[in-house]
């Protein structure tokens, strides 16, 4: 499997692995997750417009309390992150070019985080790529590099790497709502009874419950969201 991936990534086929979040999201451990901060007023009125104007364009938006100088602000903030990177490329994707990327605080008022993990960075050429199979449950990819041909399948947890493909197990199949569109360019998210949610930019390749796989240019991504009930 290392000569394999070793190979792939020598010609120009970048393999990644996923992290996965738990499926319960659990506050007390909001320090290992990041934000995106926008600005900080002394006014909360200020602040809940700039948080009212964010939602409206779907961004998931909030604001909280802190203490400067011994004077109580208000910072507003958007989303929850696994790491500084899915942040950061949300940011970029959104335009919020004066934002700054900050660790979150414990007690947070978010009830939904996302992780992003890149499976592949594809070649150019599209004849070198595709998607192999499909279910409900997961998907695989068939790369070729020279003489080399790899399969790469998410499951709706993890990638897997594997110079075989591996058939979908179709007993393990249950209907699942498609909660993620694209809308002009964006992957949005559309959740009973929550603002939409607008996740990044792309093409959707597939989806299963709070799981999707998208092709950001030449990036194939996994997107896992933990989303509260609360």
Same mark, same amino acid.
């Given at each position: ?36 901060? %926008? ?27 802190? %203490?400067?100088?011994? *004077? ?11 790491? *500084? ?18 660790? %979150? ?15 592949? %960075? ?29 399969? $790469? ?7 897997? $790497? ?25 992957? *949005? ?13 792309? *093409? $959707? ?26």
């Amino acid at each position: 499997m290392m000569i394999l991936a070793r190979c792939l990534h020598n010609q120009g086929l970048v393999i990644g692995s996923l992290l996965v979040l738990s499926s319960s999201l659990n506050l007390t451990l909001a320090q290992d997750f990041w934000t995106v901060q %926008m600005a900080a007023f002394s006014d909360y009125r200020d602040a809940t417009q700039a948080v009212n104007q964010l939602q409206a364009q779907g961004l998931d938006s909030y604001s909280e309390f802190f %203490m400067q100088e011994g *004077k109580q602000l208000v910072r507003v903030r958007i989303g929850c992150f696994d790491s *500084k990177p899915t942040a950061e490329q949300f940011a970029k994707t959104s335009l919020l070019t004066d934002a700054s990327i900050v660790p %979150m605080t414990q007690g947070s008022p978010i009830d939904l985080c996302v992780t992003r993990a890149i499976g592949a %960075m594809l070649p150019q050429d599209t004849n070198n790529w595709g998607v192999y199979q499909e279910n409900q449950a997961a998907i695989e990819f068939w790369f070729r590099a020279q003489d080399i041909t790899a399969f $790469l399948a998410f499951n709706g947890s993890s990638w897997n $790497l594997s110079d075989q493909a591996n058939p979908l197990d179709s007993n393990q199949v249950s209907q699942s709502p498609g909660y993620f569109r694209e809308d002009s360019g964006y992957i *949005k998210l559309f959740y009973p009874n929550r603002r939409v949610f607008t996740l990044t930019s792309g *093409k $959707l390749i597939w989806q299963y419950g709070l799981s999707a796989v998208i092709l950001e240019d030449n990036i194939l991504a996994a997107y896992q969201l933990s989303l509260s009930e609360n």
